[in-house]
């Protein structure tokens, strides 16, 4: 398995809250992902990174902001969590982005806000 | 109009049965398929990659029409074990991310 580790894995908060969810890998992969998971959407990516400090918008981008200020991390922050933020979070890499095409995910992230 | 549309399903079927999963995709201009699958509760994790000429993987068989814009997964001989969510992806020849289907539940019984 890709090492990929998300932290927390579960976390529950209340609205207003500032929430920091991080992904580690230790493959050295140069692209990125921050996906949500919710029942009747799939998977919706939220933002990307294509390298160190080189970071992109994906569809519902709003509310949330990330950074990437090492090869291995990969940080998604909600300034205010609202209730419409609770999912289940996946972070994923990719390497390189328009080779196989397989995206290597983590285990997930499940956040409740109250 | 979502990019990437899957029959959700759930499709039960019997052990040893063939079942077929469809997906249709908007954009005529992706390049890349895939079909990725997920257990309840889990990441998801890819199956097989889909080509124009058609694949097989063992009991799993993946076709692509392009002038349709259509992808399809056959399972044949069912196992309990194939029982999960397979979704449909699809990549554009810009950008570097994916677009996920929904996903259509499959489950296998005895």
């Known amino acids: 398995d890709a090492g990929i580790t998300q932290s927390p894995r579960h976390k529950v908060t209340e609205t207003g809250t500032p929430v920091t969810l991080r992904c580690h890998q230790t493959e050295n992969h140069r692209y990125m992902y921050w996906y949500r998971q919710d029942p009747g959407h799939g998977l919706r990516l939220i933002h990307y990174?294509?390298?160190?400090?080189?970071?992109d918008k994906g569809e519902v981008s709003d509310g949330y902001s990330v950074s990437r200020s090492k090869t291995e991390d990969f940080l998604l922050t909600l300034e205010s969590a609202t209730s419409s933020q609770t999912s289940v979070y996946f972070c994923?890499?990719?390497?390189?982005?328009?080779?196989?095409?397989?995206?290597?995910f983590g285990e997930g992230s499940r956040l409740t806000v109250l | 109009r979502k990019e990437v549309e899957q029959d959700p399903g759930p499709f039960n079927v019997p052990e040893g049965a063939t079942v077929a999963f469809n997906c249709t995709y908007s954009n005529s201009a992706s390049q890349s398929f895939f079909w990725y699958r997920q257990d309840c509760r889990k990441e998801p994790k890819l199956l097989m990659s889909?080509?124009?000429s058609g694949n097989e993987d063992g009991r799993f068989t993946a076709q692509l029409n392009r002038a349709s814009q259509y992808i399809s997964l056959l399972i044949r001989d069912s196992k309990l074990s194939d029982s999960a969510t397979y979704l449909c992806v699809v990549k554009s020849n810009s950008g570097y991310a994916l677009n996920f289907g929904k996903g259509t539940s499959l489950l296998v019984t005895p």
């Open positions: 990174s294509y390298g160190v400090k080189d970071t």
């Open positions: 994923a890499i990719s390497e390189p982005p328009r080779g196989t095409g397989e995206l290597f």
């Open positions: 889909v080509y124009s």
